[in-house]
Structures are given as C-alpha cells and as structure tokens.
C-alpha cells in the first residue's frame, strides 16, 4: 500500500533567528528522510548563537513516530544552543498537545508553545 502523504520542510534563517518550517504530515511513514538529513540543519556552529522557531503551522497530522522525532529534534536543539538563546514552536497542531499529555510531556512542551490562533 502506498502513502500519498509526504513531510517536506525548509530552513529559513535570518539575523539571530533560524526556523525549521514543517510541511505537510508528521508520521512513522513519512520521518525517515527527515530524521536521516537532520545532521544538516543541526549543526553546533548554525544553531550556537541562534533562536530557534520550530513552525509547525502547516503539518497536517502528527502521530506518536512523528511526536518522539520532534521531541527529539527539540531536544537536541536546546543541547546545541546557548543559553541565552531561546526556542520556540510556532503553532502546534492540535494532535501535537494531545500527544504531550498522554506522554507527561506537557509541562516540558507548553513553555516552548508560540501560538497565533491554530490549535
């Protein structure tokens, strides 16, 4: 059976900001080229001195696969950053709070929460 849904993403940076900008459906099916490329966009000397703004605006479904890689994502951008930096996720979908919760991962997820609206 083939999977016609696809995760496409882009890496926008300026000034101190670099945003990972998520596209389309983030699921089990669909991770493993993002999970294969990420050494390219999680490099110590581009994410050392940077904000980091996860825009999660246009995935279109997270499964638990999808939400344990971005977990793990997150977490490894806050190891490479500085502390004076922050980051962030821009508009999680609605499944990406849910799956927090029934992880116990909400109190860790919630702070890093930058919302315009959509949930």
Same mark, same amino acid.
């Given at each position: #059976? ?21 596209? /389309? ?13 990420? =050494? ?5 000397? $581009?994410? =050392?001195?940077?904000?980091? %703004? ?11 696969? /999808? ?14 950053? /500085? ?6 996720? $821009? ?5 990406? #709070? ?5 992880? /116990? ?7 890093? %929460?930058?919302?315009?609206? $959509?949930?």
């Amino acid at each position: #059976m083939r999977n016609n849904q696809s995760l496409h993403w882009e890496l926008l940076q300026n000034d101190d900001n670099i945003t990972p900008r998520l596209i /389309g459906e983030l699921s089990r099916d669909t991770l493993l080229p993002l999970w294969s490329q990420r =050494a390219s966009f999680l490099s110590q000397l $581009k994410l =050392a001195k940077q904000n980091i %703004v996860w825009d999660l605006t246009e995935i279109t479904r997270i499964d638990s696969a /999808g939400f344990a890689l971005l977990c793990d994502l997150i977490r490894d951008c806050q190891q490479l950053q /500085g502390a004076e930096n922050r980051l962030q996720i $821009k508009n999680p979908p609605i499944q990406l #709070m849910t799956l927090a919760d029934l992880f /116990g991962l909400s109190d860790w997820i919630m702070p890093l %929460v930058q919302s315009n609206g $959509k949930n």
